[in-house]
């Protein structure tokens, strides 16, 4: 099946500094990313929808300025949590599909573990 | 949650007992998904089920799809302690991709 890629699964930042995390589809072209944050024992919230070659798509209440999502080719997206800060903590996670739409099977990242000290 | 809700919030079960999720959802959908995640990992997709389908097996795994409640539930029969996890549905109204809030399932061995 189609495999998903996140990079790095855990971070631990100093408050203040930004940090990348890579989303990439190993063996599939995905012209759409979805990026999902989850605190714990909670459920996965949609942040963006990250499109290949132009502006991420934001849900209401995310700050496109704190969380920067490039999609620059078809296979590598990226969020960047800029300034970040202990409220940023959390689970990340990204998902892709063959295709890019969304009511299709959704191949999941590992998820990545942030923590801002 | 962002897309609806889902019932229980946790269900603690014997293994060998069935375990019954409910979700529902909050707009008109093509399909509903439903994904499953272990403790602080990915998420591994279990089923669809498309809005024109009532219900659907596969292996220990029932779905069934209700769109004039906008409901659906899904049924894991003979549980095994292996299937302790985190169940979630799934929906993808306008292109984006939005989940029902989750049941934490235990099964104890």
């Known amino acids: 099946g189609a495999v998903v890629s996140q990079h790095p699964s855990r971070v631990i930042c100093k408050s203040g500094t930004s940090v990348k995390i890579e989303c990439r589809s190993l063996?599939?072209?995905?012209?759409?990313m979805f990026w999902y944050r989850q605190f714990p024992k909670k459920s996965l919230m949609l942040m963006a929808t990250?499109?290949?070659?132009?502006?991420?798509?934001?849900e209401q209440g995310v700050e496109k300025d704190k969380f920067l999502i490039n999609h620059a080719s078809l296979t590598l997206s990226t969020l960047t949590v800029t300034s970040a800060h202990p409220e940023d903590s959390s689970f990340y996670i990204c998902?892709?599909?063959?295709?890019?739409?969304?009511?299709?099977?959704?191949?999941f990242g590992p998820g990545t573990r942030l923590t801002v000290t | 949650s962002q897309q609806g809700e889902e019932d229980p919030q946790a269900l603690s079960i014997q293994e060998g007992e069935n375990a019954t999720m409910n979700c529902s959802y909050k707009?008109?959908?093509?399909?509903l998904q439903w994904y499953r995640q272990n403790s602080g990992r990915g998420l591994v997709h279990l089923n669809l089920?498309?809005?024109?389908?009532r219900e659907k097996h596969s292996g220990r795994l029932r779905v069934t799809l209700d769109t004039s409640k906008k409901s659906s539930s899904l049924l894991i029969t003979a549980s095994r302690a292996a299937d302790t996890a985190s169940y979630f549905c799934?929906?993808?109204?306008?292109?984006?991709?939005?989940f029902g809030s989750g049941t934490k399932l235990n099964v104890k061995p």
């Open positions: 998902s892709a599909s063959p295709g890019g739409q969304a009511d299709v099977e959704q191949y």
């Open positions: 063996d599939f072209q995905a012209t759409t």
């Open positions: 990250s499109n290949e070659g132009s502006k991420a798509t934001y």
């Open positions: 707009t008109s959908i093509n399909n």
């Open positions: 089920i498309r809005s024109n389908e």
């Open positions: 799934a929906t993808a109204p306008l292109n984006k991709f939005y």
